[in-house]
């Protein structure tokens, strides 16, 4: 296993344009979570999903982002129009989440290297 | 909700010398805490994490960290420091249990290791 995959690593693209990012996660994880993170802060969360369930997108910075995981397997994190503002460094992580007598157990997430996006 | 507050953005240390990064966090629930470390041009690694059980923590290449419960501290620790532990450094916190799909990261702390 090779770990959590991103692609592109680096992306420039011009104000206005649509950018798409793609993650692959660690094969036996069933979670996958996007985060952002910005110069001089934290990672800060986006998205998850449960196999190919979104379950939490109310974090999502705007409309213009989306994000799909249409198997279970890769995911990809889409932002339309983009703006000089979502320039970032946008991160996947993924992790295996355990029922331990009916309570889901603590989830340790495993990053990749990230995708930074420059928007000019 | 959480949060995190790293009380240093940088912090310089001679080599061999101790270090301590500092982390608060602030929660109306039981939390699992997360320290994480990155390297220039790598992603974030998972240093060590307190679940439950004893309150010190301790990782593979030295680093230590203790939950305080009342004091809502989890400061990390290194009796030694290494040049290769040059790195930015983050605090993070979940919700125990059900609420713990989201990690809340502090700014982070770099630490510079000075030959």
């Known amino acids: 296993d090779t770990g959590v995959s991103q692609n592109p690593r680096h992306k420039i693209t011009k104000r206005g344009q649509n950018v798409t990012f793609r993650c692959d996660p660690i094969?036996?994880?069933?979670?996958l979570y996007w985060y952002r993170q910005t110069l001089g802060q934290g990672p800060e969360f986006l998205t998850y999903?449960?196999?190919?369930?979104?379950?939490?997108k109310s974090r999502l910075l705007s409309d213009r982002f989306s994000a799909e995981r249409p198997k279970g397997s890769f995911s990809t994190l889409e932002i339309q129009r983009t703006e000089q503002g979502d320039s970032a460094m946008y991160l996947c992580?993924?992790?295996?989440?355990?029922?331990?007598?009916?309570?889901?157990?603590?989830?340790?997430?495993?990053f990749g290297a990230g995708s930074r996006l420059t928007v000019l | 909700a959480q949060s995190v507050t790293q009380l240093d953005s940088q912090v310089p240390v001679f080599e061999e010398a101790p270090v301590e990064l500092r982390c608060n966090y602030s929660s109306s629930v039981s939390v699992y805490l997360f320290w994480y470390v990155q390297y220039p041009n790598q992603g974030l690694q998972l240093l060590l994490k307190y679940l439950s059980g004893s309150t010190l923590v301790e990782s593979i290449n030295g680093f230590e960290a203790e939950f305080n419960k009342s004091q809502t501290s989890f400061h990390l620790r290194k009796p030694s420091v290494h040049i290769s532990d040059t790195a930015e450094y983050f605090c993070a916190v979940s919700r125990s249990g059900a609420g713990s799909y989201q990690l809340t990261f502090g700014k982070g702390t770099k630490l510079s290791v000075i030959p």
């Open positions: 992580a993924s992790s295996l989440a355990r029922r331990q007598g009916g309570v889901s157990g603590a989830n340790v997430l495993t």
């Open positions: 999903f449960q196999n190919e369930a979104q379950l939490e």
């Open positions: 094969s036996e994880h069933n979670r």
